[in-house]
């Protein structure tokens, strides 16, 4: 069979050229990626076997195997697992799938400095490529269970990788690292010693389920008969009479005790199953006993994945059953809006063979998922007052996620709203709770006040803040895409409504001046009636309604919605998604206090009512649009109007 020669796609190459210059200080972990992947292949094979009864692949003794080489400075790490198919050796190994890739290589490129480089890298993993970072050349030597032969390749990760058919191939996969050379700085770094090697694999591995094997350096290469010595069809190529050891405990953490097990052992379950190489902000832990028993161990990330947004996001529960693994990504686990939560759940009493479809409808399983949500939301809880820097961090990087659950957990809607946090009006620096909230509102205010918008400073500007800031009361700031969707569905919160700020009549006068309030309204309402009546006719195109406003101080006029309407925010995004909303009229509110609106009111009560003041009502209108962050639908002829009128104040 010929060579054939491949050029790295260009992410590829880039991320193998900083592998390559090594900007990851702890070279020892392209083991434990290697290592995973290895686990990998050996759950998917006894998951084949189990469902195709024709593979006929030897399934007896599944494990991982580690060959070292000293006088060839070589390093083999095998498995006898799926294995991977020509193409799947190109397309996998060749190219990097993840959509976060070109936009994490641009933020590495303007990281400064290593260290920043080093937790950019530590946030996406690179897996496989992270051997460049010891190796100069790699070679794997691959067959897809099923298929007969087998797939070469190899590469010294400089652009090119070279692809070989084999016609004999041992079942799995072995990928051999030709190890730089040793330069004296690296002298810890020898990855030819087994006491090293052995080191590393217990220090990131050792709860891996299948055994990891390595031929110990102190048996030499004569002495007694080791397990593995005449597995010739593993491809092992192990001294003939050398000893044999399992390296690894292969204890499931889930299953050991709180006091068994340290945190650094946590971490690297952890990262096993989210492949980020960063440690994570919490480690959840649930034993369930009795009728239905199980374990869970749940890791809540310290950073938000590249693609936690893009489609086709997995969820990070893995599903075991009696300690052997089912499936990733176990939907039926875990909500949508907690798929950033990884782990494993390990249950008793389903069977090996369960399917996705099945686990959806199980009963036990329906009752694993709402206690293990419970946990999870409680278990956030805590660190709110906990550790409340802890919860922080969590809230920055998946508020937005798990704001997502107000819209679809019903039953978990108060505890998701307890554990949420938003900007507010009352203090810059830091976010607020509605219970904090609800403990500072105003006597006598009925409502928790919000405004939904792109930023802080958009809402803040905006017209309709005004009165609420004049008259001292809290307004939530919520400036996230979901927020514009949840607060349609949320009510109340302990009682209290949530009324947006730019919807709707608002009402902020206490008791005690009502009276005196209302009155000057009435007084407002009758001398402005022939001006309001005019311009609902005149604006009629574009509103439905002009009427007098009680929440502006400072602007002319302003726009608002009706209570019940999509506001224009999330109409545009319902248009995007493709749907198809109505034009929704909006009220335009003035205020009567400004001299641009009372002025107004004196040229049309004395009877003038040419173009100049139909020009003046459309320039009100457009002004007020422009402070609400709408778009005028006739930009050029408002700025004709504005123009000319400014030529005439000169
Ligand atoms: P990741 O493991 O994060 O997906 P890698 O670059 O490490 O990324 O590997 C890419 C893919 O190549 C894996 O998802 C897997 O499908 C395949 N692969 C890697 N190593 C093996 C192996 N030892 N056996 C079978 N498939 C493998």
């Known amino acids: 069979m010929p060579t054939e020669t491949f050029e790295f796609q260009v992410e590829a190459r880039q991320l193998l050229q900083m592998m390559i210059h090594s900007i990851y200080s702890n070279k020892d972990v392209f083991l434990r990626e290697l290592i995973s992947n290895a686990s990998d292949a050996l759950d998917k094979l006894r998951l084949e076997a189990l469902r195709d009864s024709e593979l006929r692949e030897d399934v007896s003794d599944l494990h991982i195997r580690l060959d070292l080489d000293k006088e060839l400075r070589t390093l083999t790490v095998r498995d006898n697992g799926i294995g991977m198919s020509h193409d799947e050796v190109v397309q996998l190994i060749g190219t990097i799938a993840n959509s976060g890739t070109a936009k994490f290589l641009k933020e590495l490129k303007e990281a400064q400095g290593s260290t920043a480089s080093e937790e950019l890298i530590g946030q996406f993993g690179v897996g496989f490529y992270s051997s460049f970072m010891v190796a100069d050349e790699v070679t794997l030597l691959t067959r897809r269970a099923g298929e007969s032969q087998g797939t070469r390749w190899s590469s010294d990760g400089e652009g090119t990788y070279s692809v070989e058919t084999i016609d004999e191939a041992p079942q799995g996969t072995s990928v051999t690292l030709r190890l730089k050379p040793e330069d004296t700085e690296d002298q810890l770094f020898d990855y030819t010693s087994s006491w090293k090697v052995r080191e590393i694999v217990k220090r990131y591995s050792d709860f891996i389920t299948w055994p990891i094997r390595m031929v110990s350096e102190t048996a030499g290469k004569s002495g007694t ?165 802890r919860y922080l961090t969590l809230w920055k990087e998946f508020g937005r996620v798990i704001k997502e659950g107000l819209l679809s957990d019903y039953e978990n809607r108060d505890s998701i709203l307890g554990i949420s946090s938003f900007a507010s009006t009352q203090d810059e620096e830091r976010l607020t709770t509605l219970k904090e909230y609800v403990e500072r509102m105003k006597e006598g205010q009925q409502h928790i006040f919000y405004m939904t918008g792109e930023s802080r400073t958009a809402i803040e500007s905006s017209p309709h803040m005004e009165a609420f800031q004049a008259k001292g009361f809290e307004v939530l700031l919520l400036t996230d895409p979901v927020d514009e969707v949840w607060v349609q569905s949320v009510p109340e919160f302990d009682g209290k409504q949530l009324q947006s700020i730019a919807k709707g009549e608002v009402d902020l006068d206490t008791d005690e001046d009502k009276k005196e309030v ?76 400004h001299p641009l609106v009372s002025g107004l009111r004196k040229a049309h009560s004395t009877g003038e009512t040419g173009t100049g003041l139909g020009e003046a009502a459309e320039l009100l209108y457009g002004m007020a649009l422009l402070a609400d962050g709408g778009e005028l639908s006739d930009p050029s002829r408002f700025i004709k109007l504005m123009a000319d009128r400014l030529e005439r104040t000169l």
């Open 225 to 389: 008969t080791g397990e593995d010595a005449d597995d010739a069809e593993d491809g092992a190529e192990a001294p003939a009479e050398a000893e044999v050891e399992t390296v690894n405990s292969m204890k499931a953490l889930w299953a050991r005790s709180r006091d068994e097990v340290t945190d650094d052992e946590y971490h690297e379950l952890y990262k096993h199953i989210s492949h980020d190489w960063t440690d994570p902000l919490e480690i959840i832990r649930m034993q369930a006993e009795g009728t239905f028993e199980y374990q869970a161990l749940l890791f809540i990330p310290s950073r938000a994945a590249q693609d936690l947004f893009s489609q086709g996001h997995k969820r990070g529960v893995q599903l075991y059953v009696k300690r052997v693994f089912i499936m990733d990504d176990c939907e039926a686990l875990m909500p949508e809006y907690l798929r950033f939560v990884k782990g494993v759940v390990d249950a008793q009493d389903l069977s090996l063979n369960v399917s996705r479809e099945i686990l959806q409808q199980d009963r036990q399983i329906q009752l694993m998922h709402r206690r293990l949500v419970k946990k999870v939301l409680s278990t956030v809880k805590d660190m709110m007052s906990g550790n409340p820097d």
């Open 518 to 593: 209302e009155a000057e309204r009435e007084r407002q309402r009758q001398d402005y009636a022939d001006l309001l009546t005019w311009m609902t006719s005149e604006l009629s195109e574009d509103v439905k309604e002009v009427r007098l406003s009680s929440r502006l101080t400072v602007s002319p006029a302003c726009i608002v919605g009706d209570t019940n309407e999509l506001s224009p925010a999330l109409a545009n995004m319902y248009r995007a998604m493709g749907q198809e909303v109505p034009d929704v009229k909006r009220i335009l509110e003035l205020n009567p206090t």
